[in-house]
């Protein structure tokens, strides 16, 4: 059973559209992180949220932490081909040392 | 961030070798990681690897199988023993820059694209 429940797996939409992704957990998390990779690559950081309720923005790229940092979404707005990739939530647990990833969703933008 | 490098960037090797990994991190870190990862899934954590102590391993992965060396604060080494074509992934290592007690981040190499024939 994975302990961050992370969907939808894949995502295909034209250019434009809008789109969420999200994660899942019945644990607390310290903080938890959103990687996008592309193919060939390794993930690259795109935030850290640590407080529950938080939203950070990053240009069309909203990402907001449940209350209970048991939960947290990424929403992408006016998705553009460039956004194509594999998105990875990871959520650190409190003392803890090691990530837990969801599954990833793969986002594919038509043009 | 960490400026991580990987050795080699991939290989084709065949069953029964030994393929060896080398990842270079551009300061010191304490914490480096090993993951694989099959094209477009997420990543599974194989151990976790200490400056100055044993790697530990995640359930799964063995030290005779997977055997790490961390010989300094920027440079880490992942050998995959006696290839079969099951191994045939992408391995990624990756290291932690932690603010806080509670709060840490990791930052990842490129990856290595071993294909086992």
């Known amino acids: 059973t994975q302990l961050l429940e992370q969907s939808p797996q894949f995502l295909s939409i034209q250019e434009g559209e809008n789109l969420t992704v999200y994660c899942n957990s019945s644990?607390?998390?310290?903080?938890l992180q959103w990687y996008r990779q592309e193919p060939g690559e390794g993930p690259v950081l795109l935030v850290t949220v640590v407080t529950g309720g938080e939203v950070k923005k990053l240009k069309r790229l909203t990402f907001q932490f449940g209350d209970a940092r048991k939960d947290s979404s990424l929403h992408i707005t006016a998705a553009q081909p460039g956004d194509t990739g594999l998105y990875l939530c990871a959520g650190s647990m409190e003392y803890g040392n090691k990530l837990v990833f969801g599954a990833g969703t793969i986002l594919r933008v038509k043009s | 961030s960490a400026v991580i490098s990987q050795k080699p960037s991939r290989d084709i090797c065949q069953r029964g070798t030994s393929l060896t990994i080398q990842c270079q991190v551009d300061?010191?870190?304490?914490?480096m990681f090993w993951y694989r990862q099959q094209p477009g899934q997420s990543l599974t954590l194989i151990a976790t690897a200490n400056q100055g102590s044993e790697a530990t391993y995640e359930s799964g992965f063995v030290i005779d199988k997977f055997p790490i060396s961390r010989p300094n604060l920027t440079f880490s080494t992942l050998t995959v023993s006696n290839l079969s074509p099951e191994d045939s992934s992408i391995y990624l290592c990756?290291?932690?820059?932690?603010?806080?007690?509670?709060?840490?981040?990791?930052?990842f190499g490129p990856g290595t694209r071993l294909t086992v024939t």
């Open positions: 644990s607390v998390f310290s903080s």
């Open positions: 300061s010191q870190v304490t914490m």
């Open positions: 990756s290291v932690e820059d932690r603010e806080t007690a509670v709060h840490y981040e990791q930052y």
